[in-house]
């Protein structure tokens, strides 16, 4: 069972003009089951012509990015192109440590051994050249795979429900540059990715790695639909702000309502290797990414205004999204305090399947990947033992919010 294939219909309806008649956008086809008609109802009700009137002038939605608005990641696509072009700077001292708090000593003393004296600190890395091919595949093996080429741990210490340090290190390798560089860097990757066939693989290092990505239609379509219908639009990525910020233009989102991972800077607008603060985490202190929690946090500041460690905690109704829409796990926080519906992506993701397909509150939705989807998953998502991974690690059952444990759940929607 798949999704259809996306029809044409007749142009969404503008939003109404004064004197004229209220209509709403109507959404195309190409969705899983009732997905579309439920959707909607969705726009209907709360829309411009609906009689939904919250506390703030729009119902809000929010996205995430990689996989939910777009098949593969953006993130990855300008990581692979970075590495390809010779983008990634020599750090400070040579000392790869300073790169990340969570980068094992292992991984330091791995990428000293293969990058060695490439470059000068501070100096782009020769990555894209034969020279420095060593370099380019311990750097992807760390970020992409999370062990060393020789299979040691690259990270530890970290907080499962707030950070993810690979996601993390990618904008911590972008020091040095400014925000509008990384935009040009993230310009060109898009180009190539959009353009290369489905499928297509890339040359990094001696290695390959995915090399294309493409706009869901039917996201678009939504997101389209939604602006029309005077829903404040908004995306949450785990992927770095300036780069979510190009990809974002091709949907209608200004960067002023793209949430990514954000830099701190120095004065003269250079990216260091450290991360601005959400809640109670500090600016450096590199805790607090757009990651389940975190996305949690960041919404709660830049889309509701909450300030301080408030803003980890879950809002009153009025000051929450009526709408989100998700792929992964890294997603659940944001998509649990979505009031009215949440739509899935179904990538196979334990917790958030389990979450979804247990619906205890008849406001989930979910949906086969709109290219290449995922065949059904053999056994059940275990729920009720290893589903949930707490902040330390370790796994357990996943729990409602009355504490009640979830049942396994098969996978139907494939």
């Not at 290695?207 to 389209?224: C, F, H, M, P, S």
Request: charged share 20%; with cysteine.
């Amino acid at each position: 069972m798949t999704a259809g294939v996306l029809l044409a219909t007749a142009p969404a309806a503008e939003a109404a003009r004064p004197g004229a008649p209220c209509t709403t956008p109507q959404l195309k086809a190409g969705w899983y089951g009732d997905n579309q008609a439920r959707l909607q109802e969705l726009i209907d009700r709360y829309g411009s012509c609906g009689p939904y009137r919250p506390s703030r002038t729009m119902p809000v939605a929010v996205f995430d990015w990689d996989n939910t608005v777009v098949k593969n990641d953006v993130g990855d696509a300008t990581m692979y192109w970075l590495l390809r072009n010779g983008r990634i700077r020599m750090p400070q001292g040579g000392d790869w440590s300073t790169t990340s708090r969570h980068l094992t000593p292992a991984a330091a003393r791995a990428l000293t051994d293969a990058c060695g004296t490439l470059a000068r600190p501070g100096a782009p890395l020769p990555t894209g050249t034969p020279e420095g091919a060593a370099c380019a595949d311990e750097l992807a093996a760390v970020y992409g795979t999370g062990a060393t080429r020789a299979g040691a741990a690259a990270w530890a210490g970290w907080d499962r429900r707030t950070t993810e340090p690979a996601y993390a290190w990618l904008p911590q390798l972008m020091q040095g540059w400014t925000a509008r560089e990384i935009r040009g860097f993230a310009a060109a990757a898009r180009t190539e990715n959009l353009a290369a066939p489905i499928g297509a693989r890339q040359q990094v290092g001696t290695g390959t790695a995915t090399g294309w990505v493409r706009y869901y239609d039917q996201q678009k379509d939504l997101i389209g639909a939604l602006r029309k219908a005077g829903f404040d639009v908004w995306i949450s990525s785990a992927s770095p702000q300036p780069v979510v910020e190009v990809w974002a233009q091709d949907v209608g989102i200004p960067a002023d309502h793209v949430i990514g991972i954000r830099n701190t800077t120095t004065r003269g607008g250079t990216f260091t290797p450290h991360l601005q603060g959400c809640g109670s985490v500090a600016d450096g202190a590199d805790t607090m990414i757009t990651y389940i929690d975190g996305k949690r946090c960041w919404i709660n500041k830049e889309v509701f205004g909450v300030r301080g460690a408030a803003a980890e905690k879950v809002q009153p109704a009025g000051r929450r999204q009526v709408f989100a829409a998700g792929d992964s796990d890294t997603d659940i926080s944001f998509l649990r305090d979505a009031t009215a519906l949440r739509l899935v992506v179904n990538r196979n993701k334990n917790e958030l399947m389990c979450r979804a397909y247990d619906n205890s509150d008849g406001k989930w939705l979910v949906n086969p990947m709109f290219i290449e989807p995922k065949k059904q998953k053999s056994a059940p998502y275990p729920c009720s033992t290893t589903g949930y991974v707490d902040h330390d690690g370790t796994t357990g059952p996943v729990r409602r919010g009355d504490t009640s444990v979830i049942p396994d759940q098969t996978d139907t929607v494939f």
